[in-house]
């Protein structure tokens, strides 16, 4: 399994752009969620799903939407990019959200930069 | 407001047991104690989780007091692989994960 990917490793944007981060996972997993990590910070939810279909809001989900038409990918999009975005993302997954089998795999990050 | 309370950092021996103190003084009683760790910029890696019982597993031992207001992390023989921020997150099971600022350990050679 390759886990959680997580595409591009690294991106560079300008004030007004809009892009989708990209996330996949391979274990079947029906919870997925994104988070953000400001420097010397913890990571803070912005949004995530219980499964296909279903998404909703965490911590910080202002200036990004989220989508789940397949149980494998959760893109998350940056409507209008400004530099308080700048941070680097985190996509998880975890078998169920809930239950005893509900430990998140985390991908290996987006380095987003917004000029 | 935060649930948990753990050290900025410490610093460790390598070869030596390393013990993460964690502070949890409002944990209810259905919320678990989980640990993850984040190595230099990586994404966060699931360590092990415990209720009320002490718990240890390939990667490290979970020792929860009886009061449940405390618990402690310990990687019985740390190696330099082992530096990290480590986190200490308290947690129902329909609780989403919230991190804190966690703990910077420091192996020394």
């Known amino acids: 399994n390759a886990g959680v990917t997580q595409t591009p490793k690294f991106q560079v944007l300008k004030t007004g752009q809009s892009m989708t981060l990209q996330c996949a996972q391979d274990?079947?997993?029906?919870?997925m969620s994104w988070y953000r990590q400001d420097p010397g910070m913890g990571l803070r939810l912005i949004h995530y799903s219980v499964g296909a279909g279903i998404t909703d809001q965490g911590e910080v989900p202002n200036g990004y939407n989220v989508s789940r038409s397949t149980t494998e990918d959760f893109p998350l999009r940056l409507l209008s990019a400004a530099p308080s975005q700048t941070s680097v993302y985190f996509c998880?997954?975890?078998?169920?959200?809930?239950?005893?089998?509900?430990?998140?795999?985390f991908g290996p990050g987006t380095r987003l930069t917004v000029l | 407001d935060a649930k948990t309370t753990q050290p900025t950092s410490m610093d460790c021996a390598e070869g030596r047991a390393a013990n993460l103190p964690c502070n949890h003084s409002?944990?209810?009683?259905?919320?678990?104690v989980y640990w993850y760790r984040q190595i230099h910029s990586q994404g966060p890696q699931y360590i092990i989780h415990g209720l009320k019982n002490n718990e240890t597993n390939e990667m490290a031992s979970l020792i929860i007091t009886e009061d449940r207001k405390s618990s402690t992390l310990i990687l019985p023989h740390a190696t330099l692989r082992d530096t990290a921020v480590y986190y200490c997150i308290v947690r129902s099971r329909a609780q989403k994960l919230v991190f804190g600022q966690g703990t910077r350990l420091t192996i020394n050679p």
């Open positions: 274990m079947n997993h029906e919870y």
């Open positions: 998880a997954s975890s078998y169920a959200a809930g239950g005893d089998t509900d430990t998140q795999y």
């Open positions: 409002t944990i209810s009683g259905n919320e678990y």
